[in-house]
């Protein structure tokens, strides 16, 4: 915070220098909104007491990009979740003995449709096996260690800012000593001692040398500075273009996923599909005289026929 | 129970009476197993005490198959509730919050993908739904009143069996009355009475009168059983072919019914798949570069870059 303070400081006095300064600013880039055109600027929050640097609020889109990462993985685990509990039920009710009494071409058309139900279980709990492997998993395991990374840059970057900062001061600390020595030489040659004429020349002579020395002294501080700048500049600009281009590798790590997830259930729902023909092929089977006929042959009591009575 | 040892007690009857019989038994139907030619005897149970009357069978079979339709019907019932639930929960997921902060073409696509988890769950509701209209219900109305139907039948069919046991059993008095007088007849004629010879001939006269009537009386009774048979035969093969014809259109019933199943089994598989289009499409249009140029315009810090210092 303090070297945000700081930080902001700089940008008041080189907002303040730009206005004075006749110098364009180039752009880097024209168009594509790439980061190191936009986030030089500290962002003030509402109150305007504290700021947070540009640079962290590329990190916290790069922290948020990996939570939404392991949120959609959360969300695929639930679809799991729901899946095996529908799988497990369909299979449970496969088994059902209900109607298992059904005989004949009937029968076999009944047990093919309970049988359907467990073929279907088992399509949904593929789903859901795919689905932990090839979705669940690729979001979850995708740049393990990215916070560790995310925390170097982090460091790296708030180490320059703080270089920058102390500089700056520098600088300041020199331009005030300048102004001190050019002060005291003024006010020096402005007396008038006839006097002592030898010891006030040699008095400003003197002033005149650390002024001189002041002013070298600021020319050396303000080139620090601008090494610092350099430095923070060229980190800015680099490690933007790699948050840039990891952010375009998360969306497409992603999308990936998400297609693998909308694959599968196309296919889920045609292996579902599929379950259903041998049912169909066996009720068109089904032959009400061909069960009378198997039937009757298991449960007939006697042929034997009722004859009139002859006296 | 009484009435089927009566009954039983006519079949062995029958069956003397068919040893003794020269006419060729006519089968009723060459082929195709039609029950009224294969339940005339009554089923003796394995310890042979009690039996069954072969119209008790086609009766109980009827009854068994009402019992079928309700218990598919109970099937039915259950996959109901395991499509419900499983409805209920795609929709509770489809409004979870997660990764709800995902922005830009991505976060559509994201949004698209939950909101296909609701449409999945409207097709499997909808599939319920029909399930119990277009199957469950059908299975459960269809012949109502059938037991009573039923009851109808039987009460009838034993009607007609009691009266022909009780005709039976008139003709076994009838022949044992003739068989007395024939033997009084006998023992009569052949005493010899030379001492009362009128009244010997009276009497003679008078037995060979009684033994005539008592034959009349046995042809009378014949036929009075000849016709209880007759009515009970005709009965018997009325309500063996209704029952026959009630078995066909209940296993059409149930073919129609279960064909309904697998129609909409096909239609929910295919009303599914189409919840994955909007979602596909979605990710096809996904756009990293987009996405970062959206999130830069919201969240830039500012685009003054800076420059060195120059004293």
């Given at each position: 915070s303090s070297s945000s303070r700081g930080f902001s400081g700089i940008y008041s006095f080189l907002t303040s220098l730009q206005d004075t300064n006749t110098h364009t600013q180039p752009t880097?880039?024209?168009?594509?909104?790439?980061y190191c055109d936009y986030f030089w600027t500290d962002k003030k929050d509402p109150q305007g007491t504290t700021s947070v640097a540009g640079f962290e609020v590329l990190l916290q889109k790069q922290l948020k990009g990996k939570q939404m990462q392991k949120e959609m993985a959360e969300f695929i685990r639930e679809r799991i979740k729901i899946e095996e509990e529908y799988a497990k039920n369909l299979s449970k009710l496969s088994q059902s003995?209900?109607?298992?009494?059904?005989?004949g071409t009937l029968g076999e058309a009944w047990a093919q449709l309970k049988r359907s139900c467990h073929d279907e279980a088992e399509v949904h709990l593929k789903f859901s096996n795919k689905l932990q492997c090839e979705v669940e998993k690729p979001l979850l395991t995708f740049r393990d260690n990215f916070k560790k990374e995310l925390k170097k840059y982090d460091h790296h970057i708030i180490d320059l800012r703080k270089q920058l900062a102390s500089r700056f001061a520098g600088v300041e600390k020199a331009r005030k000593a300048l102004a001190d020595r050019q002060k005291d030489l003024e006010v020096k040659t402005q007396q008038l001692d006839i006097k002592h004429m030898n010891k006030h020349e040699e008095d400003i002579k003197k002033a005149r040398r650390k002024s001189t020395q002041a002013g070298d002294d600021l020319m050396h501080n303000v080139d620090l500075y601008n090494r610092a700048q350099s430095k923070w500049f060229e980190e800015m600009v680099t490690t933007s273009l790699e948050l840039e281009r990891l952010e375009v590798e998360r969306v497409e790590m992603i999308r990936q996923n998400l297609r693998q997830y909308t694959t599968l259930r196309h296919e889920t729902d045609m292996f579902n599909q599929s379950t259903v023909e041998p049912v169909d092929q066996l009720l068109q089977s089904v032959d009400p005289a061909r069960d009378r006929e198997l039937w009757v042959r298991e449960h007939?009591?006697?042929?034997l026929r009722p004859v009139d009575m002859d006296i």
């Open positions: 880097w880039h024209i168009s594509k909104s790439y003995p209900l109607a298992a009494q059904e005989e007939k009591t006697g042929e």
